[in-house]
Structures are given as structure tokens and as C-alpha cells.
């Protein structure tokens, strides 16, 4: 930040973490941005997705927890359950420490979700962003542990398991309750299953916003596969209140 900035980040806390928040996704940027050219698909992500937070991470606590936000419907598109493995061997000039500080990308289900600078704050005055090196870059499978999605999805019936595409499930939380989404309808409004497959609608702009459906997963399953749910007509009931 400068002078100008630090006395706004000072007087407005608010207005501090905007400019903290853009300081470290150029940094961000720019280490994605130099991975070489076999890690293509990593950095064309940044097409889609931006840095919001390199947060504290319970999980790996040695590594910022990369929060992004995806535009669209390039989420969905991006992930690919199960492709999970650890970027090393990228180094970066510290001007803090005055010596080359090593970094590490996590990557879950093809989506970055950590990042590690050795002996580093993660602040962008820190680093000279021209002196970044791929040169001994190296890529390793990496465990996860499995997440609530993933061991909700492996406890699924088979018969469901192969009318799912596991790439497209994602969890939401509504009022302390956990849905798993597994049909977009748009416009953020989804259809989702709970952990005992109850069926809900779940549309932000109607009352009520979750709606327990009397269909079971695997009928509605079969409509979506062959085009008879007809998802105008329901968000023209939903919108009017009807059950």
C-alpha cells in the first residue's frame, strides 16, 4: 500500500482489507501466472476465478487456504473429482529475507485451494514479482481427506451413483442445514438432496426459499435424464406459492 492508501486502511479498516485483498491476488496472479506451460490448465483458471482470501487453514496449517470465486457456471466445468496433487519446486525472491523463498500449490479435485510461501506474511511488498522461477518445478499426487460431499457421494445407491455426475454435486448450507445440490436451474436456484435423499427445490426469490418436493431422487433423476421435468413450469409454481 501507499502512504495515500495505509492513512485510508487506517482511518477506514473496511477500505484496509479491499487493498490487501487485490495485494495479494497480483501476487497470487503472478505465481500462477509463471507455472510453465504443462500446467496450462491450472493457470487458465485465473480466466475464470479470482483470489477473495489466503485465509488460515485448520486442515494444512503450514499453507494460506486459497478462497476463490468462480464466475458462472465455470465451477462446475473446472472440477474434476479425484485429480488432486501438490505443485513444488516454484521459487520467489524475498526482499524481506533477501534470499529465494520456496512455493507450494494445492490443488483439490483440479481446483487450487492452497498456497505456502516459506518465511513469508503473504504480503506483496515482500516479494520482487519479476524474480519468480519454474525452473525445478515438480507435480505429486497429494491425499486429501475425503470431504462430506465426497463420502456423501460414496454411500449413494450405485443405481443413483450412475445417474449422477459427481463433478457437478455441490453442498450448500441453508439455515444450518447442509443441501447437496445436483441440478442447476439458474439464477442461483437449485434442486438438492439432503444426507437421507429428501428432494427440495431451493429458490432464493420464493417463499418459501426451500421447498421439500414429494418425489423421490431417483424419479426426478429419471425426468432430468429424459427431459420431462419441466423446469419452467416449476419455478412458475414455486414463484406462486404453490406446493
Known sequence: ?????RILGTLFPPYKFSVIRKEQGKLFKAIINSLPEELSEIKEQLAWARLMDLSNWVLFPEYRFTAMAYSGQ??????????????SGLTIFSKRT??????????QNNLICGLRITNSNYNLLEFDLNKISNSNVIKKDFVFPPSEIEI????????IKTMLDPNRLSEIDFANRIYYNFHDLEDGNYLAVDKKLNVYSLIHDARPMVMKMKVTFKSILDELAIGSFQ?????????????
Open 98 to 107: 533477501n534470499r529465494w523463498e520456496q512455493i507450494e500449490l494445492l490443488v
Open 1 to 5: 500500500m501507499n502512504i495515500i492508501q
Open 231 to 243: 423446469i419452467e413450469k416449476h419455478l412458475d409454481e414455486r414463484y406462486a406459492g404453490k406446493d
Open 152 to 159: 456423501f457421494y460414496e454411500k449413494l445407491p450405485q443405481e
Open 74 to 87: 465455470s465451477l462446475f466445468r473446472l472440477q474434476k473429482r479425484g485429480k488432486n496433487y501438490k505443485i
